[in-house]
């Protein structure tokens, strides 16, 4: 029988051990496993196991995403034009690496580049004359993928960091307003 993770958490573990000694103090006896699963539930805060499980199955657990530096995304939006073009080469890696995930989202998806072409397109997306350092930085980062004669460049589609989400929806209405 396969087994299902079922994730468990005591917001309060003091009150959880309360909980669960007065339940194990009333028992003669010690408790069968199934009985032991309730005990835990009821402790938790829940009627029973199968109460855990079925809340459990309705809302999964998932981990939490940092919370978004909007001060770092706003010093990354200044370093574009108003038609959403990079005006210069951020002299941080960190935000270098932030401004690339709006120039990767501008992209076309799927398609591939000659070298003549990418140049191209970066040349369209940004000011400071150096599409050199875009096409090899997006590589590095694995946003872009060449092959190894470096004929042919495409970008990578994978899901951007929750700031380079954050930058693309904030030059994004820019854009659009």
Same mark, same amino acid.
């Given at each position: 029988?396969?087994?299902?993770?079922?994730?468990?958490?005591? !917001?309060?573990?003091?009150?959880?051990?309360?909980? !669960?000694?007065?339940?194990?103090?009333?028992?003669?006896?010690? $408790?069968?496993?199934?009985?032991?699963?309730?005990?835990?539930?009821?402790?938790?805060?829940?009627?029973?196991?199968?109460?855990?499980?079925?809340?459990?199955?309705?809302? *999964?657990?998932?981990?939490?995403? $940092? *919370?978004?530096?909007?001060?770092?995304?706003?010093?990354?939006?200044?370093?574009?034009?108003?038609? #959403?073009?990079?005006? &210069?080469?951020? &002299?941080?890696?960190?935000?270098?690496? !932030?401004?690339?995930?709006?120039?990767?989202?501008?992209? *076309?998806?799927?398609? !591939?580049?000659?070298?003549? #072409?990418?140049?191209?397109?970066?040349?369209?997306?940004?000011?400071? #004359?150096?599409?050199?350092?875009?096409?090899?930085?997006?590589?590095?980062? #694995?946003?872009? &993928?060449?092959?190894?004669?470096?004929?042919?460049?495409?970008?990578?589609?994978?899901?951007?960091?929750?700031?380079?989400?954050?930058?693309?929806?904030?030059?994004?209405?820019?854009?659009?307003?």
């Amino acid at each position: 029988m396969p087994r299902d993770l079922i994730p468990f958490t005591a !917001l309060d573990m003091s009150a959880f051990a309360k909980a !669960l000694r007065a339940q194990l103090v009333q028992r003669e006896t010690p $408790p069968s496993h199934v009985e032991m699963l309730n005990m835990l539930a009821r402790a938790a805060g829940h009627r029973n196991f199968q109460h855990l499980r079925a809340q459990a199955e309705v809302a *999964p657990a998932r981990p939490a995403e $940092p *919370p978004v530096d909007m001060a770092a995304v706003r010093r990354a939006a200044n370093y574009f034009d108003d038609e #959403g073009r990079l005006k &210069s080469w951020p &002299s941080r890696t960190s935000l270098q690496n !932030l401004c690339l995930w709006a120039i990767w989202s501008k992209l *076309p998806a799927e398609q !591939l580049f000659d070298e003549r #072409g990418i140049n191209a397109r970066l040349n369209d997306l940004h000011r400071f #004359g150096d599409h050199a350092i875009l096409r090899r930085t997006m590589c590095e980062l #694995g946003l872009m &993928s060449r092959t190894a004669d470096g004929r042919d460049y495409r970008r990578i589609e994978q899901r951007p960091s929750p700031a380079g989400a954050a930058l693309i929806r904030h030059l994004k209405g820019r854009c659009d307003a």
